[in-house]
């Protein structure tokens, strides 16, 4: 079983339907985060959070939201999708990342949910 | 924040080449890591190298935190290595990702 899980991984819907991508880890890491990628851009990042009880805005936050309901799970939602966001989306995890203290911040990948918002 | 630009950005071999991918970074960093994103989207690590050399297997990665650039080498290349090769760095906040070199490796 994949480390960092990521459901759905295909979703086709609508402009304004509500959508939501859910992520699972078991690698036992704080950090989460949620990238866009789009061809030609690159991955950006959506949100990421620290820890349970902490959320933060990244590059491109507009037009979604997220919940993190326990150390292993980080979902993204769109309130009401539209077509430009249509992309590939990707969940990661990491550790502290902090020299001195045996971690890393090495970055673990989900396999990616592809969103088309017709 | 960290300016990321890598190169060449597109790249086309015929099997069994070597080449070499280049990742320029602005400012000093804490954590380097390359990705290999093949042809059905997954994102594979390749690499953990704020500094210093690492191999496994065919490939190898440089990275000389004080000139700011990482280089990965890939040998004798096959058509598995065809794919999307991302560098992505941060100094102490999160990765910034480059817009990737696009590899074809042709039989």
């Known amino acids: 079983d994949a480390d960092v899980t990521q459901t759905p991984r295909n979703r086709i819907t609508k402009t304004g339907k509500r959508i939501m991508l859910e992520c699972s880890q078991t690698?036992?890491?704080?950090?989460m985060y949620w990238y866009r990628q789009d061809p030609g851009l690159g991955l950006r990042l959506i949100y990421y959070s620290f820890d349970v009880k902490d959320i933060n805005k990244g590059e491109i936050s507009d037009g979604y939201s997220v919940s993190r309901q326990a150390q292993a799970k980080f979902s993204l939602s769109l309130e009401s999708a539209i077509p430009n966001q249509t992309a590939l989306y990707f969940c990661?995890?990491?550790?502290?990342?902090?020299?001195?203290?045996?971690?890393?911040?090495?970055?673990?990948f989900g396999e990616g949910s592809r969103l088309t918002v017709l | 924040g960290i300016q990321v630009e890598q190169s060449p950005p597109d790249l086309i071999l015929q099997e069994g080449a070597n080449s070499t991918l280049r990742c320029n970074f602005s400012?000093?960093?804490?954590?380097l890591q390359w990705f290999h994103q093949n042809p059905w989207g997954q994102l594979i690590n390749l690499f953990y190298?704020?500094?210093g050399t690492k191999q496994n297997g065919r490939l190898s990665a440089t990275t000389v935190a004080t000139e700011r650039y990482s280089l990965l080498y890939i040998s004798s290349s096959q058509t598995t290595d065809s794919g999307v090769y991302f560098c992505a760095v941060s100094g102490y906040s999160t990765l910034t990702f480059g817009k990737g070199t696009m590899l074809l490796v042709s039989p």
């Open positions: 690698k036992g890491h704080d950090r």
């Open positions: 190298i704020p500094s």
């Open positions: 990661a995890t990491s550790d502290f990342g902090k020299i001195g203290t045996g971690t890393t911040g090495e970055l673990f």
């Open positions: 400012d000093s960093v804490n954590n």
